[in-house]
């Protein structure tokens, strides 16, 4: 203590000269913490050691570290959290590390560093050497905040507040706490999204009524959700730092994008300290995981960065014969290749072996649910499952000043999928009172795709005509070849479905071919698309923003498909269509209220190429959907919380209908006629953040309908069977403070009304599921934490394609997941 008393004049009297100048009085610096110094300066680099912890005792590490001088308000650092800094660097690079995410500000002045949480260090008159803490990223990994102040899904990076259109940010934080570790359950825990059951581990996704089947990689879209038969798209999180979720059309992103939105995964660097993660999991039914995530500089000057992921995740479920494993690795590495150039460059592969229950229970003819146990298997003993996803990023990002950069990024992606299942389902429509009325449906799928996508832009700010302006000017290019092929039998039984036969002889390719009524299904794929796309922003006043922006788009589709039988091939279909030029326009206005608080307004098309044909053999016209949406956006507590609140409207016509009143000259069918309309609208709210002291909170509500409006047999009908009127999701983690700062506590629920399904007669209950997580810090570097998932054990049917006659899955049961994190210090 003697050395603060020492340091008590030298303090008094740069209050008092800081006071005399400043907007903001330093009066309240009475009780700040001051740490001694000797002559230092603050571009040295040091070699730091300082894990998270409460920010008070990160400083005094900081300032003991360094030997510099620490000047802040205790009372304003209480109940904050420091990130963890490791490595050698300056103390100006060490501090904003540490304090990301807390929305302190820090200045230094000659020795001294100087901090103050609020809104800006400018009332402080710290003159030329004041550094924000706050400045603008989108990346989350560190912040320990479940909100971004910056998403690059609209290219470049903009705040959340800067697009007039409904954002959510899904950061790592809390995909951590909430143990989401795929692209479904994260999807079922945001605002406004539904991740409906496919094949299998696989999964649906949709937005508004809508699928999304183009999802984004650092911003290069790519498809990624079609087959020849089913829907088995998976994709593990651990290889990403967010997920970004656009809602409503995304047409000037993806061309042919989804009415419903767009979702960016944007993948971990390598970060600028070595940084080391060693997680091991054990939890209900056999399930055990080990994670290793390991980055850092690779030389000197850390112009080299790199980052290496590797997860083994076995399972068994609450079904029986029932289990999954998976094996991902992931590698990065960065270059800088000059102070204005970086180049990345990274693989992940995923392999995934499994045995799946992979379409549920039938139901009763009159759409009741059977009384079947939730362990209830309906598939073969030799139901196998191997799907291997193999992905090489690469980009390059140019920044020529502050305000001009251009970026191109490239996916190629390959994927085989290969299965044999049995599948037990009804003859007719539904199971008898008595349980008989199965049949057994035997399928082999041997699919192999590849992917290449090319994006690139260049963004720029400038003033002209006295008005503040950005550019957007880029192009992207995608392609997506298949060579597949299925077969499949369906074999009537006198079993019952509370006795299904799980011996049955085992299937192949061949087998069911030349099984009597056998026909197997080759096809291929060919689906490309170009676009050029534009953006322009101006500010005729400080507080309007106008956007207005434009996609010219070309599109080519093929499908071919043939019938294969043990005496012959012949053709079956084939399938093209062809865009050129197609425009979709955007166009929004966003208006400041306050520093906090905007406004807004867009417009936004998308268009849906068809296959369909009319009775002069002409395809129809694509689907032409228009997005409307007003809403009001939040930016409060310098960014530590973002809220919003929007109401929109999505019209879609052009929709291809059956001309049953024509001839069926369409491949023995009737053909079709482009006049089927659908409307999806509601509203979106949402709050996420650190919304008191130490609680970070995310909460997203959303009302939703959808109608076709103009259809010969839906017209009136609820459009998207899967897309419940009523969905709220919530999830808060509290880090407690004093005695108790070890201790972090967690606690949310999802909650939807019913939804209906597939063919509009099955009634699918809505359900409330909580879950909870306890955390704890057993030592500076080994963490423990245990998540409870459907806490009350409710019984309940997941979203997926429900029928009468199949594809009714129930949701998980009450489970628990042990985790230890070892994060060693260096």
């Avoid at 650092?218 to 089913?230: E, F, K, M, Q, S």
């Avoid at 795709?449 to 503040?468: H, I, P, R, Y």
């Amino acid at each position: 203590m003697s050395a603060i008393h020492e340091l008590k004049p030298l303090f008094k009297a740069l209050v008092i000269a800081r006071s005399l100048r400043s907007r903001r009085s330093l009066a309240g610096l009475g009780m700040a913490c001051l740490l001694p110094l000797s002559v230092q300066v603050h571009a040295e680099d040091f070699t730091l050691n300082i894990p998270a912890q409460p920010l008070p005792q990160a400083l005094q590490a900081f300032g003991a570290q360094t030997n510099q001088q620490v000047i802040y308000n205790a009372d304003d650092m209480a109940g904050l959290r420091s990130t963890r800094v490791s490595g050698k660097l300056s103390s100006a690079a060490a501090i904003a590390q540490l304090l990301k995410g807390t929305g302190v500000h820090y200045s230094f002045e000659g020795n001294t560093l100087m901090l103050v949480r609020g809104s800006s260090t400018e009332g402080l008159e710290l003159g030329a050497t004041t550094v924000n803490a706050q400045q603008l990223s989108a990346t989350t990994e560190g912040s320990n905040s479940y909100t971004s102040n910056a998403v690059t899904i609209g290219k470049g990076t903009h705040t959340l507040k800067e697009i007039p259109q409904s954002v959510t940010v899904m950061t790592r934080k809390q995909m951590d706490d909430q143990d989401i570790v795929d692209l479904k359950d994260a999807a079922n825990k945001t605002t406004g999204l539904v991740g409906a059951q496919g094949v299998g581990r696989g999964l649906i996704l949709s937005s508004r009524g809508f699928q999304i089947d183009d999802w984004q990689y650092d911003g290069v879209p790519i498809p990624r959700n079609t087959y020849a038969l089913g829907n088995w798209a998976t994709q593990d999180l651990i290889f990403f730092d967010r997920m970004e979720v656009l809602r409503g059309a995304s047409g000037l992103l993806q061309g042919t994008g989804s009415p419903g939105g767009a979702v960016n995964l944007v993948r971990k660097r390598g970060q600028a300290v070595p940084t080391v993660t060693l997680t091991g999991k054990a939890g209900s039914w056999d399930h055990y995981g080990l994670q290793l995530d390991a980055g850092g500089p690779l030389n000197q000057n850390g112009t080299i960065r790199g980052r290496f992921v590797a997860d083994q995740d076995d399972t068994h479920t609450f079904v029986d014969s029932e289990w999954y494993k998976t094996t991902s690795l992931y590698g990065a590495l960065d270059f800088d290749l000059s102070e204005a150039t970086t180049v990345g460059v990274a693989v992940s592969q995923s392999s995934g072996e499994s045995r799946a229950n992979v379409r549920g229970f039938p139901r009763y003819s009159d759409g009741k649910p059977i009384d079947l146990p939730r362990s209830t298997y309906t598939g073969a003993k030799w139901n196998h499952s191997d799907i291997d996803v193999t992905t090489i990023y690469t980009d390059l990002e140019h920044r020529f000043n502050d305000d001009w950069a251009f970026k191109v990024g490239a996916v190629h992606m390959t994927e085989t999928n290969k299965a044999k299942n049995q599948r037990t389902q009804t003859t007719g429509s539904g199971i008898r009172p008595d349980g008989t009325g199965i049949q057994y449906a035997d399928f082999v799928t041997d699919m192999d795709s590849t992917k290449v996508a090319l994006d690139m832009n260049v963004t720029g700010k400038f003033e002209a005509l006295s008005m503040q302006q950005e550019v957007m000017l880029g192009g992207n290019y995608s392609k997506y070849t298949s060579d597949d092929k299925y077969a499949r039998t369906f074999n009537a039984s006198s079993d019952n479905i509370f006795d299904i036969n799980h011996d049955r002889p085992e299937i192949s390719y061949d087998g069911l071919v030349n099984t009597p009524g056998g026909r197997g299904f080759p096809s291929k794929y060919d689906i490309r698309q170009k676009g050029l796309y534009g953006n322009w922003r101006v500010k005729p006043v400080d507080d309007l923003t106008l956007v207005l922006g434009s996609r010219v788009s070309w599109y080519d589709y093929s499908y071919k498909s043939q019938i294969e039988t043990p005496t012959s091939i012949t053709d079956d279909q084939n399938s093209a269509s062809t865009e050129t030029g197609e425009v979709t326009p955007y166009a929004g206005i966003i208006y400041d209220l306050s520093r906090e608080w905007s406004v807004y307004a867009s417009y936004a098309d998308v268009f849906t190429p068809q296959t369909e044909r009319d009775t002069a053999g002409s395809v129809l016209k694509p689907i032409i959907g228009t997005n409307y949406e007003i809403g009001l956006k939040g930016e409060l507590m310098d960014g530590r919380i973002n809220t919003s609140v929007a109401l929109f409207r999505y019209d879609q016509e052009n929709r291809a209908v059956l001309n049953t009143a024509g001839a069926q000259t369409c491949d023995g069918w009737y053909c079709s006629t482009a006049s089927g309309k659908v409307r999806s609208q509601g509203l979106d709210a949402e709050i996420s953040g650190e919304v008191t002291d130490n609680l970070q909170l995310f909460a997203g509500y959303t009302y939703n309908t959808t109608k076709y409006l103009d259809d010969p047999t839906n017209e009136g009908k609820i459009f998207s069977w899967w897309t419940p009127k009523h969905m709220l999701r919530v999830w808060g983690n509290y880090q407690m403070t004093g005695d108790w700062s070890r201790v972090s506590t967690g606690l949310g629920f999802t909650a939807q009304t019913r939804t209906v399904g597939f063919d509009h007669t099955v009634n699918v209950p809505g359900y409330t599921v909580w879950n909870a997580r306890v955390g704890y810090q057993l030592t500076s570097e080994i963490e423990l934490a245990m998540n409870a998932n459907n806490l009350f054990d409710k019984t309940y049917f997941a979203a997926a394609y429900n029928q009468l006659n199949g594809n009714n899955n129930y949701g998980d049961p009450r489970n628990v997941m042990f985790s230890v994190k070892y994060t060693p210090q260096f």
